[in-house]
């Protein structure tokens, strides 16, 4: 069974920096897309970046230019650099992969448990 953790999660100042660090572990043969996305309460789960194995990042609109997420596939860890972070980015921060378990050929879609992150005002 492949586990994605996640963390670095916490609680900063508006202007302040965190970095998002998740591992996958389990009989993996390959790691498709992974990417950060983010659920505020009382809001559904939005994208805020993604990267896929040997591509270009893509980032909403809203993070565009304060956070940077990168790979390592060696490791399969993915990290989430946030910078300047704003009030209305408070939510669950989950970590997701796109898998290809050892042996297999279809992707399955996993998710993390969530990392929590507040920026007070």
């Not at 998002?20 to 970046?49: D, H, T």
């Not at 992969?97 to 007070?120: C, F, K, N, P, Y």
């Amino acid at each position: 069974q492949v586990q994605l953790e996640e963390s670095g999660g916490g609680l900063v100042q508006a202007g302040g920096s965190l970095r998002l660090f998740c591992i996958a572990s389990g009989p993996i043969g390959r790691i498709n897309q992974m990417g950060w996305y983010r659920q505020a309460p009382g809001k559904q789960r939005e994208m805020v970046a993604r990267i896929p194995n040997g591509g270009a990042a893509y980032y909403a609109d809203f993070v565009k230019g304060r956070f940077t997420i990168s790979r390592d596939n060696s490791q399969n860890t993915v990290h989430l650099q946030m910078n300047n972070l704003k009030p209305e980015g408070t939510a669950v921060y989950y970590c997701n992969a796109q898998v290809v378990l050892r042996g297999a050929m279809h992707e399955l879609d996993i998710w993390g448990q969530g990392t929590q992150v507040t920026v007070s005002s």
